[in-house]
C-alpha cells in the first residue's frame, strides 16, 4: 500500500529551508524509494507544490500548465514507489482537508505540520508581507484576516478531524533543535537525514530592516505614479538604504514593538517571552521622512530621468489603477 506524506508547513516553520534541501537531494531520495511528484510544482530553485492548493482553493494564482489536482493525482497512483512526498504550505489554508484526501483513495495518507508560537509567528508573518512591499501598517495587518494564518494551533483542529495520520511537531520542542530541522523531517519520512545541517532559507529579516522597508514601501507607493517600473528595484534599494542611515544603530534583533506585542497578547494569550523595542523605535520623525522623500525626489529621481532623457534608461509611466 503506497503512503502519501502530505507536509503541509506551516507558513513560517522553515518550509522553504526544507523544500530547498529537497530540490538539492531530490535524485537521492528517489534512490531511497521516496518520490516527489512533478505536477502542481512552481518552477523555482526549490521543490513546492503551490499549484495543488491553488486548484483546491481557487485562487487566481492557480497554473494550469503547472498541473492540476487531477494530474497530480494520475501521476501518483502510476508511479511505481511506495513512498510519495507532497510539500505546500499552502495546503494548511482549506479547510475542509479531506477534499485533499479524497484525492488519493486506499492509500495511507500521513500529514506533517510544523507549528510555531503564534507571537513569533504573527511578527515573522508581518515581516514577510514588507519584504513583498507591504506598506500596511502591524495593527491593520493583524485586523485583516492574518490573525488565523498565525494560530496553528487552530489550524491543526481542521486536520485531527480528517481522516489523516497527523504528526505535529513545534520548531522549539527539544528534537528539533539539537538535531535540526531537516535531519527531523528526513526521520519522519524515512530517509537518511544529511551529514550536515542545511542552511536555512527565507530567515526573518532585522528589525532594522523591517523598520527600513515599512517606510521604503510607503514612500514608494505615494511616488508609485512617477516611477518608472524599470528603475523600482534600483529606487527601492537606494531609499532603503537612506533610512537606515537615519536610524539608530542600537535596536535589538527583530521582535516587535511593545504595542504590538499588546495586540498579540490580546488575541493569542500572554506570551513566553515579550521580545520589543520601544515604539519610539519604530518611528522616523516626520522631518526625516520628509527629507528622505525630498532626497528621493530631488536626487534619484532626477537622475533617473537625466538617464532616460539621454537614452540610457527607458521611461514607461505606471498605469493608474
Same mark, same amino acid.
Given at each position: 500500500m503506497k503512503t502519501i506524506y502530505l507536509h503541509i508547513g506551516f507558513h513560517k516553520t522553515g518550509s522553504t529551508t526544507l523544500q530547498t534541501f529537497l530540490y538539492q537531494h531530490e535524485k537521492s531520495l528517489l534512490d531511497q524509494g521516496l518520490y516527489i511528484p512533478l505536477a502542481c510544482r512552481? +518552477? +523555482? $530553485? $526549490?521543490?513546492?507544490?503551490? *499549484?495543488l492548493s491553488w486548484d483546491l482553493l481557487?485562487?487566481?494564482?492557480?497554473?494550469? @500548465?503547472? #498541473?492540476? &489536482? =487531477?494530474?497530480? +493525482?494520475?501521476?501518483?497512483? *502510476?508511479? *511505481?514507489?511506495?513512498?510519495?512526498?507532497?510539500?505546500?504550505? #499552502?495546503? @494548511?489554508?482549506?479547510r475542509t482537508p479531506q477534499t485533499l484526501l479524497n484525492l488519493f483513495p486506499g492509500m495511507v495518507c500521513h500529514v506533517i505540520a510544523y507549528t510555531r508560537d503564534p507571537h513569533s509567528a504573527a511578527a515573522s508573518f508581518y515581516s514577510e508581507t514588507l519584504k513583498f512591499g507591504s506598506s500596511k501598517p502591524f495593527s491593520l495587518w493583524l485586523q485583516s484576516g492574518n490573525r488565523e494564518f498565525a494560530d496553528h494551533n487552530r489550524l491543526l =483542529? /481542521?486536520?485531527? /478531524?480528517?481522516? &489523516?495520520?497527523? $504528526?505535529?511537531?513545534?520548531?522549539? =520542542? %527539544?528534537?528539533v533543535k539539537s538535531g535540526g530541522l531537516v535531519s527531523h523531517f528526513c526521520k519522519q519520512v524515512g530517509v &537518511?537525514? %544529511?551529514?550536515?545541517?542545511? %542552511?536555512i532559507s527565507n530567515s526573518r529579516i532585522s528589525y532594522q530592516e523591517a523598520i527600513a522597508l515599512y517606510y521604503c514601501n510607503g514612500i514608494l507607493e505615494l511616488?508609485?505614479? =512617477?516611477? %518608472?517600473?524599470?528603475? /523600482? !528595484?534600483?529606487?527601492?534599494?537606494? !531609499? +532603503?538604504?537612506? !533610512?537606515r542611515k537615519e536610524m539608530k544603530e542600537n535596536l535589538i534583533p527583530y521582535g516587535l514593538t511593545e504595542s504590538q506585542m499588546d495586540m498579540l497578547e490580546e488575541a493569542f494569550g500572554p506570551a513566553k517571552m515579550r521580545i520589543f523595542s520601544s515604539d519610539a523605535d519604530f518611528e522616523l520623525p516626520l522631518e526625516v521622512c520628509d527629507r528622505i522623500r525630498v532626497i528621493v525626489k530631488n536626487q534619484i529621481f532626477d537622475e533617473i530621468l537625466q538617464k532616460s532623457a539621454a537614452g540610457l534608461e527607458t521611461f514607461q509611466p505606471s498605469p493608474r489603477p
Open positions: 512552481q +518552477r +523555482r $530553485s $526549490s521543490i513546492i507544490h503551490s *499549484n481557487g485562487s487566481n494564482s492557480f497554473d494550469a @500548465s503547472l #498541473g492540476t &489536482a =487531477e494530474d497530480l +493525482r494520475q501521476e501518483v497512483q *502510476n508511479c *511505481n514507489t511506495e513512498k510519495i512526498l507532497i510539500t505546500d504550505e #499552502g495546503l @494548511s489554508r482549506i =483542529e /481542521r486536520w485531527r /478531524r480528517s481522516d &489523516a495520520n497527523l $504528526s505535529s511537531t513545534g520548531l522549539d =520542542e %527539544p528534537d &537518511a537525514p %544529511p551529514e550536515a545541517n542545511a %542552511p511616488l508609485a505614479d =512617477e516611477i %518608472p517600473p524599470a528603475q /523600482r !528595484i534600483k529606487l527601492h534599494d537606494r !531609499i +532603503r538604504r537612506l !533610512i
